[in-house]
């Protein structure tokens, strides 16, 4: 029994000695001052959007929310498979208010989340962890700012957006934190939300590329480049599989069909047939694609609709008008003719997505080829705007696009400034990455709408951030 106290204290030790591990590990502030600043930021991030919320009453509507309700086969599955499991958890009475209370949750947490491992890895104390919290709450209704149709904030609304944003933050999380502590169990953890966002969203599969490039550049750089590819490219060829399993086995459980979401295909078509001439009817041998061209073209011709009707080289206006022709190509142009056609052929339903994609792959492959010069024209106008979007918002005014590269030139001095700075240096060439992924990605089939990029704005910005409040700690 005289041992006793001496065990007493040993045992003690080890605790305290434990718990000093799970500070490090699990990024809990030593400091009372930090911690109080992180409450009062968590709590102030949380009760406006909250009360925000409270304050709204209901969900906000937009045409893309009917084809996620209805599990339209045109969607991926991630978020309808959602929006089912709540409505099963709940009832059919009243689920989009569920939907929305665990959005607005999810977007705290994930917010929190990342502004602590941000300010953990970085050594960013004190007041200056609220400007963190400031920039997060400025993003969450920054989609108000833009004018027009747009929300009040995206976890209020029945889009993918809803939990994309919050999921991505702790993606990024997990990604910055690999290339700081090079450390794979973070990398494979970036991994799985990187699936999981391309699983609500094809559009974000550029995050699996992102992860891979990590992977072979910093966690495992440790072997040699044949290996670091082999041990990277195994996982993220995992991870597309289990995204190719998922998606088929959410639709053969829909429809007893095994496939994919369905009109990718027509929406990568749109720009392509955007910078086609009325002569590329020559170019297709069969009779049926012929006359489809010829339709969809005519409407096209008549209503403006085309590279050639744009009397002007700005790269502005080229995007802007791209932009404002995409859309009404697929849906009022293409849409419209291709329908009337497989009526006639009594194709219907799914067979007849199926068809229309078929047919869209083929109009888009065999116009391409003549026309790659004009479409990569439309794409570098198309991602400048990608550009302007995701630092500044709006391409439009000349004072919006002068910021633009005045914010950049300065993110861009941080990056030689801090180039001597490892994870410093990580942090701001992972966001690099991530931006460039999502403009140059999103360009190729579509245009680039503020709500795709505004996944790029909290990253910069909040890099820019520590880049600032850091730069004392290291000229010391």
Sequence with gaps: MADYPEKRRIYIRLYIKRMKKMEKDFGFETSKKDRNIHLIGAVLLTLVLIFCWIFQKEADIFPDSAT????????????????????????????LFAVVWFQVV????CSISFIREITKQFNVHGLEILLLYVLLLIFWFLPKFFGGGNPTAYPFTILTEGITYSIFFLYYKYLVMSVCNR??????????????????????????VATFIVGICVVFCGCGIVKRIVSAGLLVICSFLILYLAEHFSFFSLTGRWMSHTYGPVTAMSNVLYVADKEDSALFENAD?????????????????????????????????????????????????VNNYLEEKHVYQIDAQIE???????????????????????????????????????????????????????FFVGVLYYRRNRKMLGLALVTAMLIVGNISS??????????????????????IIVMWLCRKELEN
Excluded at 106 to 109: K, P, Q
Excluded at 192 to 205: D, E, P, Q
Excluded at 357 to 376: M, N, P, Q, S
Excluded at 448 to 461: A, E, K, Q, T
């Design 289 to 337: 694609l012929k006359a489809i061209f010829m339709e969809t073209y005519n409407v096209m011709e008549e209503e403006g609709w085309r590279y050639v009707d744009l009397d002007s080289s700005d790269i502005v206006r080229r995007g802007e008008h791209i932009a404002a022709c995409h859309d009404l190509i697929k849906f009022s142009s293409f849409d419209f003719v």
């Design 356 to 410: 229309k994609d078929r047919i869209a792959g083929e109009l888009c492959k065999t116009l391409f080829v003549k026309h790659y010069k004009r479409w990569l024209d439309v794409y570098i106008s198309l991602a400048y705007q990608g550009f302007i979007r995701s630092v500044a918002g709006s391409p439009r005014q000349k004072i919006m696009r002068i910021y633009s590269f005045l914010v950049a030139l300065m």
């Design 68 to 95: 996620y309700i209805s599990m339209s086969i045109h969607r991926e599955p991630g978020y309808p498979l959602f929006l089912a499991f709540i409505r099963l958890l709940v009832g059919e009475g009243n689920y």
């Design 106 to 109: 999810l977007a705290c947490y």
């Design 442 to 463: 999103t360009s190729l089939v579509i245009m680039c709408l503020n709500r795709y990029m505004m996944y790029n704005i909290p990253i910069f910005y909040s890099t």
């Design 183 to 208: 450390d794979k169990k973070f990398w494979i953890i970036s991994l799985l939300f990187a699936a999981l966002l391309s699983f609500i969203r094809t559009g974000l599969m550029f995050t699996i």
